[in-house]
């Protein structure tokens, strides 16, 4: 059955696709940003970056503007700072 409309109307097909994709990419960022918030309050000055990765996960890049979660480490890898920033 599934196979005969998909034979029948591929466009369709298709658009379905494409919007249970769409479905799926932003139940997974809602999710994923949950995760980061919940995280970001539980990094703690003194961690080390070993730490700070095991609560946030490691960082996909590194991007110049917008609504970040900032944590600054010394050069020993240890937080210095966990500050939220947002840029106009």
């Not at 080390?48 to 590194?62: C, D």
């Not at 110049?64 to 700072?81: K, N, Q």
């Amino acid at each position: 059955m599934v196979c005969f409309f998909a034979m029948k109307h591929p466009a369709l097909l298709t658009l379905v696709c494409l919007l249970f994709a769409g479905a799926c990419w932003f139940v997974w960022a809602i999710c994923r940003d949950s995760q980061l918030l919940d995280g970001f309050d539980k990094v703690r000055t003194g961690a080390s970056e070993s730490e700070v990765s095991a609560i946030l996960g490691k960082p996909k890049r590194v991007e110049p503007c917008g609504e970040f979660y900032v944590v600054r480490l010394d050069a020993s890898g240890r937080v210095l700072e966990a500050v939220p920033l947002s840029s106009p």
